[in-house]
């Protein structure tokens, strides 16, 4: 079946640190990816999205490339901000047929200023 | 509606009370899903409906856990003889019939049931 992995937490950086959150996928096919963010007391979001290999997903200075050849889709932020202290969560998707979303169980960004 | 509205926003229940989570999906929207995120958890699959159709409930944790969608509109999640285990955020979502491939999916805000 589907499945993503991802990296666990806590991560805690410092102001303008660079940030990776890793995410593996197990899929049959060629699912789409997303990045969903969750703010402390809030619902989920979808950030940022790709749909095919090599496709790079971005928003708000979050960035993620689809990687066949690996079955990654890491998520990375040149210089993180407070504000970016959230929970993140990998999410893979097939179009057609049963559209359901699988998810990776979270990964908590802490950043202190 | 705009969005995916769900009701209500918090739910605290005694532990053996029975509850109903309800959601509004997007106007239009064909499909439905509910899932279940527990504390520091990622959210998990519990049912998908096309319709009034319930096409997987494999999700379910147990008897206990029962939805429905009887005009294919607005749906329920009913949850009797509530147990601690039950706490979490409930999720509702949903999408077109035809769901492109960079479609992202809408989620409501949740309920958040505590049962004490």
């Known amino acids: 079946g589907n499945s993503v992995t991802q990296m666990e937490g806590p991560v805690t950086l410092s102001e303008e640190a660079f940030l990776t959150i890793n995410c593996t996928y197990t899929a049959t096919g060629y699912p789409s990816l997303f990045w969903y963010v969750q703010y402390p007391g809030e619902g989920l979001q979808l950030l940022l999205k790709?749909?095919?290999?090599?496709d790079k997903g971005s928003n708000k200075g979050f960035e993620a490339t689809y990687r066949k050849e690996t079955t990654s889709f890491h998520l990375e932020k040149g210089s993180v901000q407070v504000s970016d202290s959230a929970v993140y969560f990998c999410?893979?998707?097939?179009?057609?047929?049963?559209?359901?979303?699988?998810f990776g169980t979270g990964t908590k960004l802490q950043v202190i200023p | 509606g705009a969005g995916v509205s769900q009701s209500p926003r918090y739910k605290v229940a005694k532990r053996g009370q029975d509850v109903a989570l309800r959601c509004d999906p997007i106007?239009?929207?064909?499909?439905l899903f509910w899932y279940q995120q527990a504390l520091g958890q990622g959210p998990e699959f519990l049912t998908y409906f096309q319709n009034e159709a319930q096409l997987d409930k494999s999700g379910l944790p147990s008897d206990r856990f029962f939805a429905e969608r009887p005009e294919g509109s607005v749906s329920t999640l009913k949850i009797q003889r509530t147990q601690q285990e039950d706490s979490a955020v409930y999720l509702c979502?949903?999408?077109?019939?035809?769901?492109?491939?960079?479609?992202?999916?809408?989620f409501g805000s949740g309920t958040r049931l505590t049962v004490v």
């Open positions: 790709a749909t095919k290999a090599d």
């Open positions: 979502a949903s999408t077109p019939r035809t769901v492109p491939r960079d479609y992202g999916y809408t």
């Open positions: 106007s239009g929207h064909v499909s």
């Open positions: 999410a893979l998707f097939y179009s057609g047929g049963y559209q359901k979303v699988t």
